[in-house]
């Protein structure tokens, strides 16, 4: 058997069963939602013989679900649909992998899984466990046992992501080291500058600066521009609607794979190489709308913004790292200069000028240093740059000079080489 990578998932899953005694509520409601499960199989059946053999989504098959479930069974909390639809698309594409074809599975048992929003556990005084399960709104069922498993009390510190509630057991799945908020804070802080073309990072350790580092995206790049190409003959040569929408998203789908792997190797590689660090992102929520509502924006700068990962390259550093990882905010880390605190001009986009210091500083290398100390300020150890002696054994790294292959990194503009001056 293969082993599984460690980092296969986002937390490790956990599973314990228990027996108990099903009420007739209980029951009741597992025949319900078997019927519930019949009709979303029909429904989802239906949809992908109409949709060239592909399964709809669940939440494609809810909206075709809902107004039947909330009739039939209105006296039931609403959010059960979520469960049901989401086990019958399960089942459909478990059948068309087995049996290499599309088909309506038959189901039997009485099973069904409860959303974490729809129960609540607690441990009694007397060693036993309760749990409040929400059937209808405002009217709850209870389910009491006593746990015997030999890792329950390891396992129940996690959080319960969902309940298999069948007619005999009951079927915890725990998920192991997905809460950030209980990670310690790693001894050393990397704050990074998320570009389209680059990852910049300054490091502190030690109450001091560290040389910064600089991590390419051009293989991402390239592989977002091929598959552009693609997909732009695709739509030009190919004039059957049908075939160009399926060719279409499997483009899309090799793409993402493709980028998903590139951002796995270098996430892995990152976090190997920083041990016990706690990583600083800015908290970019929201951006691609707010430069969309400005008045200067290009084509081509939304096109970057649209297929810019940046989220999924923090989601893979958060649970791969087993420090804390902190999000700050990113208003004045390209605008404000972290070594005086004066105001930056950019003559170019890869050059930061500060007219308090009298220098240029590369943009992105600046931005990092920047998120760095907002960071250390929100963990309680504020950092003066000026005032340190490790800036200046490395504040030439953090000058602007166009060597190397880090010219064309900042963006696809012109670069003016702006000679530095000395202070």
């Given at each position: 058997?293969?082993k599984k990578?460690?980092?296969?998932s986002e937390?490790?899953?956990?599973?314990?069963?228990?027996?108990?005694?099903p009420?007739?509520?209980?029951?009741?409601y597992?025949?319900d939602?078997?019927?519930?499960?019949?009709?979303?199989?029909?429904?989802?059946y239906?949809?992908?013989?109409?949709g060239?053999?592909?399964?709809?989504?669940?939440?494609?098959?809810?909206?075709?679900?809902?107004p039947?479930?909330?009739?039939?069974?209105?006296?039931?909390?609403?959010?059960?649909?979520?469960?049901?639809?989401?086990?019958a698309?399960?089942?459909?594409?478990?059948?068309?992998?087995?049996?290499?074809r599309?088909?309506l599975?038959?189901?039997?048992?009485?099973?069904?899984?409860?959303?974490?929003?729809?129960f609540?556990?607690?441990?009694?005084?007397?060693?036993?466990?309760?749990?409040?399960?929400?059937?209808?709104?405002?009217?709850y069922?209870?389910?009491t046992?006593?746990?015997?498993h030999?890792?329950?009390?390891?396992?129940?510190?996690?959080?319960?992501?969902?309940?298999?509630l069948?007619e005999?057991?009951?079927?915890?799945t725990?998920?192991?080291?997905?809460?950030?908020?209980?990670?310690?804070l790693?001894?050393?802080?990397?704050?990074?500058?998320?570009n389209?073309?680059?990852?910049?990072?300054?490091?502190?350790?030690?109450?001091?600066?560290?040389?910064?580092g600089?991590?390419?995206?051009?293989?991402i790049d390239?592989v977002?521009?091929?598959?552009?190409?693609?997909r732009r003959?695709?739509?030009?040569?190919?004039?059957?609607?049908?075939?160009?929408?399926?060719?279409?998203?499997?483009?899309?789908?090799r793409?993402?794979?493709?980028?998903?792997?590139?951002?796995?190797q270098?996430?892995?590689?990152?976090?190997r190489e920083?041990?016990?660090?706690?990583?600083?992102?800015?908290?970019?929520?929201g951006i691609?709308?707010?430069?969309?509502?400005?008045?200067?924006?290009?084509?081509k700068?939304?096109?970057?913004?649209?297929?810019?990962?940046?989220?999924?390259f923090?989601?893979?550093?958060?649970?791969?790292d087993r420090c804390?990882t902190?999000?700050?905010?990113?208003r004045?880390?390209?605008?404000?200069?972290?070594?005086?605190?004066?105001?930056?001009?950019?003559?170019?986009?890869?050059?930061?000028h500060?007219?308090?210091?009298?220098?240029?500083?590369?943009?992105?290398?600046?931005?990092?240093?920047?998120?760095?100390?907002?960071?250390?300020r929100?963990?309680?150890?504020p950092?003066?740059?000026?005032?340190?002696?490790?800036?200046?054994?490395?504040?030439?790294?953090?000058?602007?000079?166009?060597?190397g292959?880090e010219?064309?990194?900042?963006?696809?503009?012109?670069?003016?080489?702006?000679?530095?001056?000395?202070v």
């Amino acid at each position: 058997m293969a082993k599984k990578h460690r980092w296969g998932s986002e937390g490790e899953k956990r599973t314990i069963a228990v027996k108990y005694r099903p009420s007739q509520r209980i029951l009741k409601y597992l025949v319900d939602m078997r019927g519930a499960l019949v009709m979303a199989l029909s429904q989802g059946y239906i949809l992908a013989k109409n949709g060239d053999n592909r399964l709809p989504s669940p939440i494609v098959l809810r909206g075709k679900v809902k107004p039947w479930f909330y009739s039939a069974y209105g006296a039931y909390a609403k959010h059960h649909v979520n469960p049901v639809c989401r086990a019958a698309v399960a089942l459909l594409r478990a059948y068309k992998k087995r049996d290499k074809r599309l088909g309506l599975p038959q189901v039997r048992k009485l099973a069904m899984r409860i959303d974490s929003e729809l129960f609540r556990l607690t441990e009694n005084d007397d060693g036993t466990v309760s749990i409040r399960v929400t059937l209808e709104p405002f009217n709850y069922e209870y389910i009491t046992f006593t746990p015997c498993h030999k890792k329950w009390s390891e396992y129940s510190a996690a959080r319960v992501s969902e309940i298999l509630l069948t007619e005999t057991r009951l079927f915890f799945t725990f998920t192991m080291g997905v809460d950030d908020r209980h990670k310690p804070l790693g001894k050393r802080f990397m704050g990074s500058d998320l570009n389209f073309q680059t990852v910049d990072s300054s490091v502190f350790s030690d109450a001091r600066l560290e040389s910064p580092g600089i991590e390419t995206l051009r293989r991402i790049d390239q592989v977002q521009n091929d598959f552009s190409r693609r997909r732009r003959r695709l739509q030009l040569h190919i004039r059957n609607p049908k075939k160009r929408y399926r060719m279409l998203t499997e483009t899309r789908g090799r793409q993402k794979n493709r980028v998903k792997d590139a951002l796995q190797q270098l996430s892995t590689r990152i976090v190997r190489e920083n041990p016990d660090t706690t990583f600083i992102f800015e908290n970019l929520k929201g951006i691609r709308n707010r430069v969309e509502k400005r008045e200067t924006r290009s084509k081509k700068l939304r096109t970057y913004l649209n297929r810019w990962p940046y989220r999924m390259f923090q989601r893979m550093v958060e649970y791969k790292d087993r420090c804390r990882t902190l999000h700050v905010n990113p208003r004045g880390t390209s605008s404000e200069c972290p070594v005086c605190g004066g105001k930056l001009v950019h003559p170019a986009w890869a050059v930061s000028h500060c007219k308090t210091c009298g220098v240029d500083y590369d943009r992105n290398r600046l931005a990092s240093l920047a998120i760095l100390l907002q960071g250390l300020r929100l963990c309680g150890q504020p950092f003066a740059v000026s005032a340190g002696a490790s800036w200046q054994s490395v504040k030439h790294e953090y000058l602007y000079a166009l060597r190397g292959p880090e010219a064309g990194r900042a963006g696809r503009t012109e670069i003016v080489n702006a000679p530095n001056r000395s202070v």
